[in-house]
């Protein structure tokens, strides 16, 4: 099962893009041939010890080989956890990493380092709520300003609520119920 | 039809749903004596105590045909003529809907975390197709975050809702893509 749902995330867009975001690691070993990581000095090499910024994708590789060790990038730093814990609501997490929740859970799962997780599920908590609250409320032209604070994963949530709303009230207004498919629209030319 | 390919989530469009709805049976009264009572009639006493059960009791939901919003709706469109007080009905039905739709709002913000399973008692099936994608997917995103794997033990006491009810062992996903 644990397989499938790899597979399944293989081809997900989102979970590409989150694994883009880039984490900090420190280098355990010294590796050869990399100098394009570390590119504050000369020497195509990257010496241990070195603090980087990988990809995700690229850290968690070579932290499941023991190459590195990985750290929680600043967008989960204490001041946005402060923020959170004062008003998630308002907190644009869409700036400090658009893939807020889905990086945090990776890097949890990759480390074991589990201290953000509260923090997660708190700031998910409340946001959900104003989410919930504005995708059935507001009408249908205007998005409000809070949408630019949402994360990927939020604005997801907002879409799915509104689009099943407006497909609902737009049912209910009526309409033809039979409609002609439109590729028998055309005359076909017959067949010499 | 149903659509698997939608990214969305939501299983059956509006109406798809309207189609189903159509092989519950009504009754049909045949015209040829004027004299005839429509079955109807009998309908809005009924609503009216559905109405005011709906606005009593916060938590729950009142029986009522699965496919109520899109029976009323056929009704309305191709009947119309043989619904005796069709205003007092028609609106006695968005009152219904209404409350039951606020019902539904208030009770998914405060089920906010700990829960990965709802169940709603007698929800008719257009309000479960609406909820569905938005639920489905938040509640998804609370299962992940609310894991063993990402909570220190000594939190997972102390991020708490009183109120939400017990609904059970958290049990594994099965992915369903």
């Known amino acids: 099962v644990g397989l499938f749902v790899r597979m399944a995330k293989y081809y997900d867009i989102d979970d590409i893009l989150a694994e883009d975001e880039l984490v900090p690691a420190i280098f355990k070993v010294a590796a050869n041939e990399v100098g394009l990581i570390d590119s504050s000095d000369d020497t195509n090499k990257v010496e241990s010890g070195s603090k980087v910024e990988l990809p995700f994708w690229l850290a968690s590789e070579l932290h499941l080989r023991q190459a590195v060790s990985v750290g929680f990038p600043r967008c989960f730093n204490k001041r946005t956890q402060e923020e959170i814990k004062a008003d998630a609501a308002h907190v644009d997490l869409r700036n400090r990493c658009p893939y807020f929740y889905e990086l945090g859970c990776k890097i949890v799962l990759l480390t074991g380092d589990k201290s953000i997780g509260p923090v997660l599920l708190v700031a998910f908590m409340t946001r959900y709520k104003e989410v919930l609250i504005k995708a059935h409320t507001t009408s249908l032209t205007v998005a409000p300003k809070s949408l630019t604070l949402l994360t990927n994963e939020e604005a997801k949530l907002y879409e799915a609520a509104r689009s099943s709303t407006a497909a609902m009230k737009k049912w209910r207004m009526g309409g033809p119920r039979l409609q002609k498919a439109s590729v028998l629209g055309r005359k076909r030319k017959p067949v010499e | ?177």
């Open chain 2, 1 to 177: 039809m149903a659509g698997q390919s939608d990214p969305s989530g939501s299983t059956f469009t509006a109406a798809e749903l309207e189609f189903l709805a159509e092989d519950e049976t009504v009754e049909i009264v045949p015209n040829m004596r004027m004299d005839t009572l429509d079955f109807i009639c009998g309908q809005y006493e009924k609503l009216t105590q559905v109405l005011e059960a709906e606005r009593d009791s916060l938590d729950l939901f009142q029986p009522l045909p699965f496919h109520y919003v899109e029976i009323s709706r056929l009704l309305f469109d191709h009947a119309r003529d043989d619904i005796p007080d069709v205003y007092l009905v028609r609106s006695l039905i968005e009152d219904i809907k209404d409350v039951r739709f606020h019902k539904i709002g208030t009770g998914m913000e405060k089920l906010a975390g700990r829960a990965s399973a709802i169940v709603l008692k007698h929800i008719s099936a257009m309000e479960v197709n609406i909820v569905r994608p938005f639920t489905a997917r938040a509640l998804e995103t609370f299962y992940k975050l609310d894991s063993p794997e990402m909570l220190p033990d000594s939190e997972r006491g102390a991020v708490k809702h009183s109120q939400v009810a017990d609904h059970g062992q958290r049990r594994p996903l099965r992915p369903n893509r």
